[in-house]
């Protein structure tokens, strides 16, 4: 969720730099590659982090004995075609509450 940030913060400082220095159009090229770089680091960080939050959900959801195997199938489809709006859901309903309900027994 922060690499999103940082990259529409990104986007929008770039778009703000092109509008500011669009009539000067000799340091137009050096400015657009060197925002640009950023931006591609940003998204290659966001690919990573989001491709290694899908193995470790779809690990954790397989190897959660407190879930049967239906509710597993729906949670590993609503991870891979939900993304990253699934995995916060699956970390309030099955880690963060399970690990409360641990700590009151």
Same mark, same amino acid.
């Given at each position: ?5 940082? *990259? ?6 770039? !778009?703000? +730099? /092109?509008?500011? +220095?669009?009539?000067?159009?000799? @340091?137009?090229?050096? %400015? %657009?590659?060197? =925002?640009?770089?950023?931006? /591609? ?14 193995? *470790?959900? /779809? !690990?954790?959801? !397989? =190897? ?9 199938? @729906? ?8 993304? %990253?709006?699934?995995?916060?859901? *699956?970390? *309030? ?8 309900? /641990?700590?009151?027994?």
């Amino acid at each position: 969720m922060i690499l999103l940030v940082v *990259y529409i913060f990104t986007f929008f400082t770039f !778009i703000i +730099h /092109i509008l500011k +220095h669009a009539q000067q159009e000799d @340091i137009m090229p050096d %400015m %657009m590659l060197g =925002n640009i770089a950023w931006m /591609i680091i940003v998204v290659l960080l966001l690919a990573v982090s989001s491709l290694a939050l899908l193995i *470790y959900f /779809i !690990i954790h959801v !397989i =190897n959660n004995k407190t879930v049967d195997s239906t509710e597993r199938i @729906i949670w590993v489809l609503i991870f891979i075609f939900a993304g %990253m709006v699934g995995f916060p859901v *699956y970390w *309030y309903m099955r880690i963060w509450k399970e690990e409360g309900r /641990i700590a009151d027994v």
